[in-house]
């Protein structure tokens, strides 16, 4: 099955038109709709880490030339990140980690919440990285309203309710199930104005749509921000933690070693400043440039540019869905501005894995199946019982589930039709 070059966006991927065998013994093009879970690269990402190999050395470990090369890159590279955000380039300080679970985790570890009385605010939405972290803490789970998102009404009851005992409200700025954005901007001001503060995780939001996390004498902006860059087609493994430089100034780092330290003797130790503080051993350098150069190629796209194109695939795939027989739609269809290119779904009377499989083994088409590491918001979509929930612990029992479609850039309107079409025969064959 041949398909246009649909998306303008197409020819920056590597392997977007990669075919791959299917059950029967032929091939198809592989068509990738779990963006959501990872991207694949950008052409300039790989051509910038074989243009850098060449000069890669030891990061702050050297007085080499390619070592000082490698460390201004590293150096500079914050300025990158910070910029593309809009954080603040005085106040604020990048954390470099392996990912954005590590990155929650770090901050989780890093915060230090003493007083048993402080509150952790967060939602049932929430990927697991962004909950589970937390429950070492007391947490309170602010209420969702009937589409699945995040009510504003809870949550300013419950900041009223615990006044100045929430130490932080931790939410998501885009579902991984739902695609719904989050108003982080109206909550930064209610968070601040109980004089909380506000992590937004931007695992979902900062590869799809333009982020600004405001000046920080605007009661709007963002504290903390978290995101991956295998996201947003940029591979070799950076998470990234941008937060005030004076929260990691205090206390101890949560890993120790190699270039957290200025000064060690037997019986004392003086911390570096952050950043460095809290990156212990040696650096991922090769991520790093990974992820500048898919920001440089993310800007020179636009961001904005890239949220309504995909916001066109989007309408268009809730449209066909809408009009096949035995679809479960669980997200809102109309309101798609609220959200980014994510789309859950079942068909009845087919297990969600069966589905997915049905969708690689004949056809080629990539999608995620299941609770998609948020299984307290998977329950809440499908009104799972918590009598239900303690049934399928049982492993041979099928668990419940949905089936996603999350878009990327470089997906076109071509293999959103196949996508149909395929879905067409299963529901078909499912009556026979």
Not at 4 to 33: D, W
Not at 69 to 85: K, T, W
Not at 140 to 158: A, F, H, M, P, Q
Not at 226 to 237: D, E, N, T
């Amino acid at each position: 099955m041949y398909f246009n070059e649909g998306s303008p966006y197409r020819n920056l991927i590597v392997g977007a038109n990669t075919k791959v065998p299917l059950k029967n013994g032929s091939y198809s093009k592989y068509i990738n709709f779990d963006n959501a879970a990872t991207t694949p690269p950008f052409r300039s990402v790989l051509s910038d880490i074989n243009a850098f190999s060449p000069w890669y050395s030891s990061i702050h470990r050297g007085m080499g030339f390619k070592s000082k090369f490698s460390s201004n890159f590293y150096d500079y590279s914050r300025y990158e990140v910070l910029n593309f955000v809009n954080a603040d380039l005085e106040k604020d300080t990048v954390i470099y980690l392996k990912n954005a679970t590590e990155a929650i985790n770090k901050l989780s570890n890093r915060l230090s919440i003493k007083d048993s009385d402080n509150i952790i605010l967060s939602t049932s939405m929430e990927h697991h990285s962004n909950d589970l972290p937390w429950r070492k803490y007391k947490v309170d789970y602010i209420e969702l309203d009937k589409y699945g998102r995040l009510s504003l009404t809870n949550l300013k009851e419950k900041l009223n309710f615990y006044k100045d005992k929430v130490r932080l409200v931790t939410i998501t700025g885009a579902s991984n199930v739902t695609g719904y954005k989050n108003k982080i901007h109206e909550i930064a001001s209610l968070v601040h104005s109980y004089k909380s503060k506000l992590l937004v995780d931007g695992a979902q939001l900062i590869p799809h749509c333009p982020f600004n996390m405001k000046p920080k004498n605007t009661k709007e902006h963002i504290d903390y921000l978290v995101f991956s860059s295998h996201k947003m087609y940029a591979p070799f493994g950076i998470g990234v933690l941008i937060g005030p430089k004076k929260t990691f100034k205090e206390g101890s780092p949560d890993y120790v070693g190699g270039g957290t330290v200025d000064l060690v003797t037997k019986d004392s130790v003086i911390w570096n400043d952050p950043p460095q503080k809290d990156e212990a051993g040696t650096p991922n350098i090769m991520g790093v440039v990974a992820l500048v150069s898919a920001i440089k190629t993310l800007k020179q796209v636009g961001m904005i540019n890239i949220a309504n194109y995909e916001k066109k695939l989007t309408d268009y795939t809730l449209e066909k869905l809408k009009k096949l027989p035995d679809i479960k739609l669980y997200c809102h269809t109309n309101k798609t501005e609220d959200k980014v290119s994510i789309i859950p779904f079942n068909i009845e009377g087919i297990h969600h894995a069966q589905v997915a499989k049905e969708l690689s083994d004949d056809y080629a088409i990539a999608l995620r199946n299941g609770c998609f590491c948020a299984q307290p918001y998977i329950q809440n979509l499908l009104k799972i019982s918590k009598d239900d929930i303690y049934e399928y612990k049982d492993t041979f029992i099928k668990r419940p589930g949905m089936v996603r479609i999350s878009f990327g850039m470089y997906n076109d309107i071509n293999e959103i039709d196949f996508l149909i079409e395929s879905l067409k025969k299963i529901i078909k064959n499912k009556t026979n």
